[in-house]
């Protein structure tokens, strides 16, 4: 798929493992809108409080803008969204050097949720 097609999701599956079977019951990131490709680094939790889904695309390079295959000669930043069963977006925070006076690549790796105390 060319890189401008590309996109990253998070997809839940229920398995019967009785039956062999695998279905697919909820995704985030194919529809227009919600697409936003990681070339690398990510991750989905499913919130036992809320059912929410906590996602973190850890590695969205561009180069010039555009989606870049691989983190070399791009720019990386990390986007961590909470997304409701309905696909609402309740969070969303970009982790993004872009505003230093020199720019500086950023990734996030095994981001966590931390609910409130």
Same mark, same amino acid.
């Given at each position: 798929?060319?890189? +401008?097609?590309?996109?990253?999701?998070?997809? *839940?599956?229920?398995?019967?493992? !009785? =039956? /062999?079977?695998?279905?697919?019951? @909820?995704?985030? #990131?194919?529809?227009?809108?919600?697409?936003?490709?990681?070339?690398?680094? +990510?991750? =989905? %939790?499913?919130?036992?409080?809320? #059912?929410?889904? %906590? $996602?973190?695309? +850890? #590695?969205?390079?561009?180069?010039?803008?555009?989606? =870049?295959?691989?983190?070399? !000669?791009?720019?990386?930043?990390?986007? /961590?969204?909470? $997304?409701?069963?309905?696909?609402? $977006?309740?969070?969303?925070? @970009?982790?993004?050097?872009?505003?230093?006076?020199?720019?500086?690549? /950023?990734?996030? %790796?095994?981001?966590?949720?931390?609910? *409130? /105390?």
């Amino acid at each position: 798929m060319p890189v +401008g097609e590309s996109y990253s999701r998070a997809v *839940e599956f229920k398995v019967d493992e !009785n =039956a /062999l079977t695998v279905e697919q019951v @909820w995704a985030y #990131g194919k529809d227009p809108g919600e697409r936003l490709f990681a070339c690398y680094q +990510g991750g =989905a %939790f499913r919130l036992p409080k809320t #059912g929410n889904t %906590f $996602i973190n695309y +850890g #590695g969205t390079c561009t180069i010039d803008g555009k989606p =870049a295959p691989t983190p070399e !000669n791009s720019f990386a930043q990390a986007r /961590l969204v909470e $997304i409701t069963p309905d696909k609402e $977006i309740v969070f969303d925070m @970009w982790i993004d050097g872009s505003g230093e006076a020199e720019p500086m690549p /950023l990734s996030s %790796f095994r981001a966590e949720f931390v609910a *409130e /105390l």
